[in-house]
């Protein structure tokens, strides 16, 4: 019983993946790479501060502890080496010819449209100062990005405390999993080199 429900879980994931990258298009491939793996998907609240930090002061988008004010929700799907922010919208159109006993029945079809995309490799993790201020990422580069802004910190909220707490530890955990396998590829090219001198040795 449980594998068939990991299995339904699975199929639907990828039925969703599949409709995402259609609606990105180029945006962005997300089968680029076959180690790339879906984590966690669902609603943030995002802030960025340093575009608050530009606006009138008597915007309360955001304050100096990261605390987000005024919310703005997208949808968010976590991989283990991206995190992407996309507009979803849910649309309703009637299905010909069925109707029930609540009246005509409605086809739901959803629609994605990108935002904008965070490679981990390139940004570290922001802990928020306050209880409730959720979490964020920074931009390490301070060169304009594929954002169209000069790095900043990216901060986020859960609808829920409890969901805010499962970012957070999603986030961390895909971070952590970026940082072993850059450490692993360094291991593995260093070992290439010394392999390489090695040789070199035995030339005449």
């Known amino acids: 019983n449980n594998y068939l429900n990991e299995s339904k879980r699975l199929s639907e994931a990828n039925t969703r993946l599949l409709k995402l990258q259609k609606d990105l298009g180029s945006k962005l491939i997300l089968f680029d790479k076959v180690t790339r793996k879906l984590h966690k998907e669902g609603t943030l609240y995002i802030s960025n501060l340093n575009l608050n930090s530009t606006n009138n002061n008597n915007n309360n988008s955001n304050n100096s ?9 997208f949808y968010f799907f976590l991989f283990n080496d991206l995190l992407l922010q996309v507009e979803m919208k849910i649309l309703e159109s009637s299905i010909r010819g069925r109707r029930s006993t609540k009246g005509e029945e409605k086809e739901r079809k959803v629609k994605y449209k990108f935002v904008r995309k965070w490679n981990l490799e390139q940004v570290k993790f922001v802990e928020g100062n306050l209880e409730g201020s959720g979490f964020g990422i920074e931009e390490k580069s301070r060169r304009k990005s594929s954002n169209n802004l000069r790095g900043g910190i990216w901060m ?11 970012w957070k530890e999603a986030v961390k955990l895909c971070l952590v999993g970026v940082e072993k396998l850059k450490e692993r590829e360094v291991v593995l090219k260093n070992r290439e080199g010394n392999s390489d001198d090695n040789n070199s040795n035995w030339v005449s």
């Open 65 to 73: 502890n990261g605390v987000i004010g005024e919310k703005e929700s």
């Open 156 to 166: 986020m909220k859960g609808e829920t405390v409890e969901e805010t707490e499962n």
